[in-house]
């Protein structure tokens, strides 16, 4: 069993920051890469920013030098620093992991609860 658990949303300002935090427990046996998606009402998912295990990541146009998203390793951690909120930021915000389970496992998708992201204009 693994669960991932969000924490640090919240109503912030434009202009704001926010730091997002997402833990996962349980039996893990390698995390292949973490990110964070974002949904709004009406729209689809979509991807915030990813890191590999090797630590190469990805970002969102829209978040480009704004965002940034680091891991702490050994806490099974993935952090999401967004800077300079805009009111188009406002989403529900989803953590992601593709986690092995064992050695010989594939690599299975796993999802955080959801944490809402509001900006104020």
């Known amino acids: 069993q693994v669960q991932l658990v969000e924490s640090g949303g919240g109503l912030v300002q434009a202009g704001g920051s926010l730091r997002l935090s997402c833990v996962a427990s349980?039996?893990?046996?390698?995390?292949?890469?973490m990110g964070w998606y974002r949904q709004a009402p009406g729209n689809q998912r979509e991807l915030v920013a990813d890191?590999?295990?090797?630590?190469?990541?990805s970002y969102a146009d829209s978040v480009k030098g704004r965002f940034t998203i680091s891991t702490e390793n050994a806490k099974n951690t993935v952090y999401l620093q967004m800077n300079s909120l805009k009111p188009e930021d406002t989403a529900v915000y989803y953590c992601?992991?593709?986690?092995?389970?064992?050695?010989?496992?594939?690599?299975?998708?796993?999802w955080g609860q959801g944490t809402q992201v509001t900006v104020s204009s």
């Open positions: 992601h992991l593709k986690i092995r389970l064992s050695f010989v496992s594939p690599f299975y998708d796993y």
């Open positions: 890191i590999t295990n090797g630590g190469r990541t």
């Open positions: 349980g039996s893990i046996f390698s995390i292949n890469a």
